[in-house]
């Protein structure tokens, strides 16, 4: 069953890869007491296929095979099982440095989540940067909807999905002293994708500061609301532009003005036109996705036009979107 993985157990938060040594599983298992883990010490069959030390094991997964033997247990409930084991895990491992480096990624589990994301797709890159493909489907996206934050997550690991929760729960109280409910629900059409749905359960007066964002106010449409005027911005900013909802050109710095501005009314606006997105490298074309990945790093590369001369420059790209329909 897990003979064919090495002794470091890759638990995918959709976070750096974060490597979870087996024997450290094994310990918090172990650690969790007899209560904990319900019924499963009254299964002989089930507990006797478990090592007593994975230790010197060089190739065990210890969570892959522990989740398959909790799942196969009728008497047991494996989401109450895995949000304890989660919730020790985050407790075991979330101290000094690591915890340190937890606290930089947001003020809220929103920031948090969200900027997760972004040093999660920055480091699958260095990681994989010769092999595209391998994570081409793999999805770690936070939204807010109606005051409740929804983590959409994939993975090829059920067991890593289930400890999640607990982890999730874990964090919050820790870092942001908020008591989550979360639901996890897996997709009908896609078994490796799952959504958590966050909510906060603990109201207080700052609870929703430190689960969301405040919502800002909306902004004005009026160009001479602008502290700065455009023409100013545009060179100010020369290699920036700014997309509509359709992902079509409104807005173009100075600098691309010249590459481009002659051929806009031959080959449109559209932003794929001009610029082929890069990195993140699983998203979507679309103004939502964009959104959705806005503390994502972006890599862009300009396209090569047949209509347009060569530039040799090398650029720094701001993208910029627009509300405007």
Known sequence: M????????????????????????????????????????????LVKQLPDDVTECSHYAFLDDLFDFITADEGTDEKEFFDKLGRELIRSSCTGCVEKAFRCLGGNLQEFLTTLDGVHDVLKYQENFEDHDRHETEAFICTLRDDILQ????????????????SLKEIAELLYATETEIVLKRNEHDDRTFSFEIRPT???????????????????????????????????????????????????????????????VSLGKAVATYFEFRRPRSIRLTFTDIVKRANTPFVLAIRKLSAVKSFPAEVSVHIFLSNYN
């Open 151 to 166: 983590l959409d997550f994939s993975t090829d690991r059920s067991a890593i999905a289930y400890l999640l929760v607990g």
């Open 2 to 45: 897990g003979e064919t993985f090495s002794t470091e157990e890759k638990v995918e938060f959709g976070v750096p890869q974060v490597s979870i040594p087996g024997p450290l599983l094994f310990v918090i298992y172990n650690c969790l007491g007899e209560s904990t883990r319900i019924n499963l010490s009254d299964n002989d069959t």
């Open 202 to 264: 603990n109201k207080t007066p700052d609870t929703d500061s430190q689960i969301t964002k405040n919502k800002p106010s909306t902004p004005s449409t009026r160009n001479d609301d602008l502290l700065v005027d455009v023409a100013t911005f545009c060179k100010a900013f020369p290699w920036h532009f700014v997309i509509d909802r359709r992902l079509e050109l409104v807005q173009l710095g100075s600098g691309f003005m010249q590459l481009f501005g002659s051929v806009l």
